[in-house]
């Protein structure tokens, strides 16, 4: 304690940066998952190759983006300061420590104006493709749910807006099925020639016009976009969508569905929430031969009144059975596609327990079903399975566990970006960064298991197995593979 130590900050050495960065850093083994060489493919269309500026590397631009999403910097301001003061993020880009690192705003605009939406989902399709070469992807069996990012965007500046209805995608199909009911019903069919546009009434924000007012549960009103995400049994994200944050889940279904199946046709389970149960979304799993694994969802019924299961439908007899033995005969089918039952008032009047079927001053109770009734019919039996009952049960696992991640380790909880395309973007690289960070780390494991494996096999030789485990000191890679999946890991 006497004697003090020099201060040798002003110390010339002559130093390896890489001897500074440990062995086991995460952005070493992200180096060796991938080659980010390829990149080069994607945006050498954007780049004169005989005049202009010299240019920033675009593989340093979107290596410092994957550091940002990586370690959930806030900013890309902050993560140039970050940059200029960490090691090994000099040593991933490949810099030295007097060189200078690219301004953020020079990040900044190569993403807004020069990178589109297009070279964002080719980096996320090759990394992907990088997951699927090392066999780590489990398609079979994807989980689908969405989550909330705030905007940055004040809540007290918003103005009402009046905007038509969007059309639903199925809109066409129904309304020929539901008009083929009410002629099996002896009823006249509509005529769509007629209907007047139909309109809501919204907020929107002035501050960011693209984001929408969420407000779901226990949540705070706040101007959000909505992450739209599938994931498989191992994690990975194999699609997502971003959307205005008041466009309900089951809206955006099947943009997210016909995605990420026309990618991995080898789909044979969509397992998704409540807010997904629904007669079209089961009915277009079902009619493309795969099986949605679905949760219970409770009617809306009003507290006090009799519960729904107490009126039974009678296919046979087109009608509803009511609690009190009574017939509601079949009226008609709406256009929202739901066949009405009615009851007869005379008969109800007289009920002594009116007041828990219905306040109608008619004194008629109405019960509705849709034409599509028999594919939740089927999703109930799914649900009941023991297939049903395994794959919701990894929904924790899977999608809630990326959003949790993403959320509390890669700053996913809000944005700093504003407009619909920007926050697209933002979202993609932030799944493939995820994804990258995944894969690296599985890749590490993969290749200490090949090592231990190795060591073993030479104090213990057990047959070849008749493909060639050992030629020398390593282990072939069909020997590794074979031992990889007999081993059960991963």
């Known amino acids: 304690m006497l004697s003090k130590e020099e201060i040798k900050r002003t110390s010339v050495e002559i130093i390896n940066i890489d001897m500074l960065v440990p062995e086991n850093h995460l952005l070493r083994k992200i180096d060796k998952a ?15 190759s005989n005049n202009g500026r010299p240019s920033v590397d675009p593989v340093v631009l979107f290596k410092m983006v994957f550091i940002q999403h990586l370690y959930g910097i806030r900013s890309l301001r902050q993560t140039v300061k970050e940059i200029e003061m960490n090691i090994a993020y000099r040593w991933f880009l490949g810099y030295t420590l007097n060189d200078s690192i690219p301004h953020f705003a020079t990040i900044s605009y190569n993403f807004n104006n020069r990178f589109k939406e297009t070279v964002v989902e080719k980096i996320f399709a090759w990394i992907l493709g990088e997951v699927e070469k090392k066999g780590y992807l489990r398609p079979e069996v994807v989980f689908i749910d969405a989550t909330h990012i705030k905007a940055n965007a004040n809540l007290k500046k918003n103005i009402k807006k009046e905007i038509p209805v969007a059309a639903k995608k199925y809109e066409k199909q129904l309304f020929e099925e539901i008009n083929k009911d009410r002629e099996d019903n002896g009823k006249k069919p509509f005529d769509d020639k007629n209907d007047p546009p139909r309109t809501k009434t919204i907020t929107t924000s002035t501050t960011d016009p693209d984001s929408g007012l969420f407000h779901k549960g226990e949540h705070k009103k706040c101007f959000a976009y909505g992450a739209h995400t599938v994931c498989d049994k191992n994690n990975f994200v194999l699609e997502t969508v971003a959307t205005p944050g008041n466009i309900h889940d089951s809206v955006v279904f099947d943009e997210v569905y016909h995605k990420v199946t026309e990618k991995y046709p080898e789909i044979q389970v969509i397992t998704a929430d409540a807010g997904y149960k629904t007669p079209w979304i089961c009915k277009q799993i079902f009619d493309d031969g795969r099986i949605p694994s679905l949760p219970y969802k409770r009617p809306v019924t009003k507290k006090g009144n009799s519960p729904w299961y107490e009126y039974v439908f009678d296919e046979y007899y087109n009608c509803i059975i009511c609690p009190e033995y009574h017939v509601l005969p079949y009226t008609t089918t709406n256009r929202d596609g739901y066949r009405e039952f009615k009851s007869y008032s005379y008969i109800c ?16 109770k109405v019960v509705t079903k849709h034409i599509w009734w028999k594919y939740l019919e089927k999703a109930e039996d799914v649900r009941h399975s023991p297939l049903g009952k395994d794959t919701y049960a990894l929904r924790s696992q899977t999608i809630e566990w990326v959003f949790a991640d993403a959320k509390e380790k890669h700053a996913m909880r809000y944005t700093y970006h504003k407009g619909l395309a920007q926050v697209s973007k933002w979202v993609k690289l932030k799944f493939a960064a995820m994804n ?37 000191l390593n282990p072939s890679k069909e020997g590794f593979l074979f031992a990889w999946k007999h081993m059960k890991i991963g």
């Open 349 to 364: 009047e007289k009920c002594e327990n009116l007041s828990r079927c219905t306040e109608s001053k008619d004194h008629r």
């Open 436 to 472: 990258l960070k995944k894969l690296a780390t599985w890749s590490s494991k993969q290749y200490m298991l090949f090592v231990e494996y190795a060591l073993f096999i030479r104090k213990n030789p057990i047959p070849r197995c008749g493909i060639g485990f050992f030629d020398s």
């Open 34 to 48: 991938v080659d980010f060489n390829e990149i080069y493919s994607f945006v050498e269309d954007l780049y004169c």
